[in-house]
C-alpha cells in the first residue's frame, strides 16, 4: 500500500514563504509525475505545479514565478518552495503522485493535505 503525507503548512503573513513536502512510502517501484493541487474554500481544485521524472515543469498561471517544485527522487518526496505569498494562495494544498508500486501495477495517489493560511 502506498501512502502519500504532506507537511509543511501553517500561517504566514503575506509576501512570506513556505516549504511544502510530500513524502511517499509503501511498495513503491517508480515515481512518474508527482503534482500538488490546491483547494481553497468554495472553489474548485486546481493544478498549482507538475514535475516529471524526466525533469519537465508546469506551473499554474498563478503562481507567475513565485513557486518552486522540485524531488528527491531517492527519498520519493517531492517539494514546493511557496514565495511571495498572497492571500489567495490560501488553501488546502494536495500532493498527486502517479506512482507504479511493486504489486498493484500503476495508479494515481493522494495525500490527506496541508493548510496554508496567507494572512496578517
Known amino acids: 500500500q502506498v501512502q502519500l503525507v504532506e507537511s509543511g503548512g501553517g500561517l504566514v503573513q503575506p509576501g512570506g514563504s513556505l516549504r511544502l513536502s510530500c513524502a511517499a512510502s509503501g511498495s513503491i517501484f517508480s515515481i512518474d509525475i508527482m503534482n500538488w493541487y490546491r483547494q481553497a474554500p468554495g472553489k474548485q481544485r486546481e493544478l498549482v505545479a507538475t514535475?516529471?521524472?524526466?525533469?519537465?515543469?508546469y506551473y499554474g498561471d498563478f503562481v507567475k514565478g513565485r513557486f518552486a517544485i522540485s524531488r528527491d527522487n531517492a527519498k520519493n518526496t517531492v517539494y514546493l518552495q511557496m514565495n511571495s505569498l498572497k492571500p489567495e494562495d490560501t488553501a488546502v494544498y494536495y500532493c498527486?503522485?502517479?506512482?507504479?508500486?511493486?504489486?498493484?501495477?500503476?495508479?494515481?495517489?493522494w495525500g490527506q493535505g496541508t493548510q496554508v493560511t496567507v494572512s496578517s
Open positions: 514535475l516529471t521524472s524526466g525533469g519537465i515543469t
Open positions: 498527486n503522485a502517479d506512482i507504479w508500486t511493486t504489486d498493484r501495477g500503476r495508479d494515481d495517489y
